[in-house]
């Protein structure tokens, strides 16, 4: 059975940098459209970042110039990378993914989530 498994995440203080990465457990025709969202507690799970099939992206206002998503179609991977992170950025995040898998067919999967902690 296809998962996403997420890495990356952690404790860093204020202005410091994580990357998360996002990947397939077994093989898969390609990963289509892809997003990563975030889920504070207490608050509502939201999109923090997207990127398409042919590698458009879009970004939460709040996280504009501070987080960068990128895709390695040869490695089926989708990487964030986070910059100069606020206290504010805490929380669990988690990968969306629709992705082709086989027998081909389209469908949509969540990672379980990974903690990200920013210290003030």
């Known amino acids: 059975q296809v998962q996403l498994v997420e890495s990356g995440g952690g404790l860093v203080q204020a202005g410091g940098s994580l990357r998360l990465s996002c990947a397939a457990s077994?093989?898969?025709?390609?990963?289509?459209?892809m997003g990563w969202y975030r889920q504070a507690p207490g608050k509502q799970r939201e999109l923090v970042a997207a990127?398409?099939?042919?590698?458009?992206?879009n970004y939460a206002d709040s996280v504009k110039g501070r987080f960068t998503i990128s895709r390695d179609n040869a490695k089926n991977t989708v990487s964030l990378q986070m910059n100069s992170l606020k206290p504010e950025d805490t929380a669990v995040y988690y990968c969306?993914?629709?992705?082709?898998?086989?027998?081909?067919?389209?469908?949509?999967?969540w990672g379980p989530g990974t903690q990200v902690t920013v210290s003030s």
């Open positions: 990127i398409t099939s042919a590698g458009s992206t």
């Open positions: 077994t093989s898969i025709f390609r990963i289509n459209a």
């Open positions: 969306n993914a629709d992705m082709t898998i086989f027998p081909l067919h389209d469908a949509d999967y």
